[in-house]
C-alpha cells in the first residue's frame, strides 16, 4: 500500500463536537495517527451524544429518548460508540481514556505530547486555561510541538470565554439574516452549522502549513482559528456591500442577488430542483429546453433587469414544467442544454447518486459495537496516495493498551495501577453524565 501523505505524522486529538474532530478527521485520511485523548470520567456532551446514560423512556413518546439515529434505532449496550454525528469523523482514528485533572494523567498526556507533532483542541479557552495545557507548557514538553487551536472568538479579545457551537456563529456573524426568507424572522430558521465544517477543512490546511514550515526551519508554532473570523469570509459578499454601499442585505430565500434563481417542485413527494439562470443566452437555452421558446419573447423576460422585476411570474411559468418531471430528469434535460440546474437530494438519494457511486465516494467501514455501514469517504483525491477509510469509527477507549504500553511506554504494572486509578477503560463511570 502506498505511504500516505501524513504518514509518520502524530497528533493528539482534544476535540469536541464537530469543528475540532472534523479536523482531525481530514488529517487522519491523509495518513496521520490521530490519538484522541477522551475520559471516562466527564463526558463531552454533543461530542459522543447527548448523555453516556441515556433515559429509558422519553416522557413525550414513550420511545427511548436517544433512539433517533442510532442504528435500529436501538442505544445498545455503548451508545457512545454508535452516534452517527460522532462516527461520521471518527474513523482512522485512535482513542485513549486519561484524566486530565489528575496528576497522573496530567503525566501521560505529557508523555503523549512528547510523541506527538501536533497537539490539536477546540474548547473555551479557559477550559485548556484549567487543565493547564497551554502552548508554554506543551513546548517544555516538546521544543517543536504544533499547537492548533479552535476556539469559537479567539483565545484573547472581549468574548474569549464564550461557549458557542457552530450555530450561535450563525448568528453572531449575521448569517441567520440572510439566508431565510424576505417574509419570514430569524426565529423559523432550522439550525445551521455552516460554521463547524469550514473551520475543520481551514485548521487542517493550517496544520499541513505549520508542518511545512517546522519542516523547513526546525521550529513548531502556535496556531489559532477563531470558528468566527474564519466564517466571515464566506459572507464577504454582504459584508462588503455595507462596507462599500452602506447597504445592509437581508434575507433572500432561494433567490440570487442578481441572477434568475429559485427552488422548484417537482414531480414526486417532497421532490425539488434548483435552476439558476445568468443571463439572456442561459435564459433562451432553458425555454427551449422546457419547450416553450415563447417566454423568452415576453416583454416580461426582455432582460435581466425585467426578469428581475418580474420573477415571481417567471417562477410559475418554470414550476409548471418542473411539477411534471422528476427532479433528476429536470436536471439532466437542462444541464444538456447547458443551463445551471441540480437535484435536490435528501439521505437516500445521495446514498444511491449513480455519481458518487461511480465515483465511490462512500466506503464500507465496520465497528464492533454499531456493525458495518456505508461513510463518506475523503474530500479530497491523490493519484498515487489515495486516502480511504482504513479503519472503522473509533470506539471509547479502544485503543489504551497501544498508546500506554507501545507510545508512552508504561509498563504492566504501571498500566494496571492506571485502570485501578480510574484513568483506563472503554466505559463512562456512572457520574460522568
Not at 126 to 134: A, F, H, N, V
Not at 189 to 209: I, K, M, P, Q, R
Not at 258 to 279: L, M, N, P, S
Not at 359 to 386: I, K, M, N, V
Request: contains cysteine; charged residues 25%.
Amino acid at each position: 500500500m502506498p505511504t500516505l501523505p501524513l504518514e509518520g505524522v502524530r497528533v493528539a486529538d482534544l476535540t469536541v463536537v464537530w469543528a475540532g474532530p472534523y479536523a482531525t478527521a481530514l488529517l487522519a485520511h491523509l495518513g496521520a495517527e490521530v490519538v484522541r485523548v477522551e475520559s471516562v470520567a466527564i463526558f463531552q456532551p454533543l461530542t459522543r451524544g447527548f448523555s453516556p446514560h441515556p433515559a429509558p423512556l422519553s416522557v413525550r413518546t414513550g420511545r427511548p429518548a436517544w433512539r433517533w439515529g442510532f442504528p435500529g434505532r436501538e442505544v445498545g449496550q455503548r451508545p457512545w460508540n454508535r452516534v452517527p454525528m460522532f462516527n461520521a469523523h471518527a474513523s482512522n482514528k485512535k482513542s485513549m481514556t486519561v484524566d486530565l485533572r489528575k496528576p497522573q494523567g496530567r503525566d501521560a498526556f505529557a508523555r503523549l505530547v512528547r510523541v506527538c507533532d501536533v497537539v490539536v483542541e477546540n474548547n473555551v479557552p479557559e477550559t485548556m486555561d484549567k487543565l493547564g495545557i497551554t502552548y508554554q507548557w506543551l513546548r517544555e514538553q516538546r521544543p517543536d510541538i504544533i499547537f492548533v487551536r479552535m476556539p469559537a472568538f479567539g483565545t484573547w479579545g472581549k468574548y474569549r470565554s464564550y461557549r458557542s457551537l457552530g450555530s450561535m456563529v450563525d448568528s453572531v456573524l449575521g448569517h441567520n439574516t440572510l439566508r431565510g426568507y424576505a417574509d419570514m424572522d430569524p426565529t423559523s430558521l432550522t439550525v445551521s452549522y455552516a460554521a463547524d465544517g469550514a473551520a475543520g477543512a481551514a485548521a487542517a490546511f493550517a496544520t499541513l502549513a505549520a508542518l511545512h514550515h517546522r519542516r523547513r526551519t526546525g521550529k513548531g508554532q502556535l496556531v489559532e482559528l477563531a470558528l468566527a473570523e474564519n466564517f466571515l469570509p464566506y459572507l464577504t459578499q454582504a459584508i462588503m456591500d455595507y462596507t462599500m454601499n452602506g447597504r445592509v442585505q437581508g434575507a433572500t430565500g432561494n433567490r440570487h442577488p442578481y441572477a434568475v434563481q429559485g427552488c422548484y417542485r417537482c414531480k414526486g413527494e417532497d421532490r425539488w430542483a434548483v435552476i439558476t439562470v445568468f443571463d439572456d443566452a442561459q435564459f433562451e437555452r432553458m425555454c427551449g429546453a422546457m419547450g416553450h421558446p415563447e417566454w423568452a419573447q415576453d416583454p416580461r423576460f426582455a432582460d435581466a433587469l425585467a426578469r428581475r422585476r418580474h420573477h415571481d411570474d417567471l417562477d410559475r411559468l418554470i414550476e409548471s414544467w418542473t411539477s411534471q418531471r422528476d427532479h433528476y430528469e429536470v436536471f439532466h434535460t437542462l444541464q444538456r442544454a447547458r443551463v445551471p440546474a441540480g437535484p435536490v437530494l435528501d439521505q437516500r438519494d445521495a446514498y444511491n447518486d449513480p455519481h458518487l457511486g461511480e465515483r465511490c465516494f462512500f466506503h464500507q467501514a465496520s465497528q464492533a459495537d454499531c456493525g458495518t455501514h456505508l461513510y463518506p469517504g475523503a474530500p479530497f483525491r491523490f493519484s498515487e496516495t489515495p486516502p480511504g477509510i482504513r479503519r472503522g469509527p473509533v470506539r471509547l477507549g479502544e485503543d489504551n493498551e497501544y498508546v500506554y504500553k507501545s507510545l508512552l511506554c508504561y509498563s504492566d504494572e504501571a498500566y494496571q495501577e492506571m485502570v485501578r486509578q480510574g484513568h483506563v477503560g472503554m466505559d463512562y463511570r456512572p457520574e460522568a453524565g
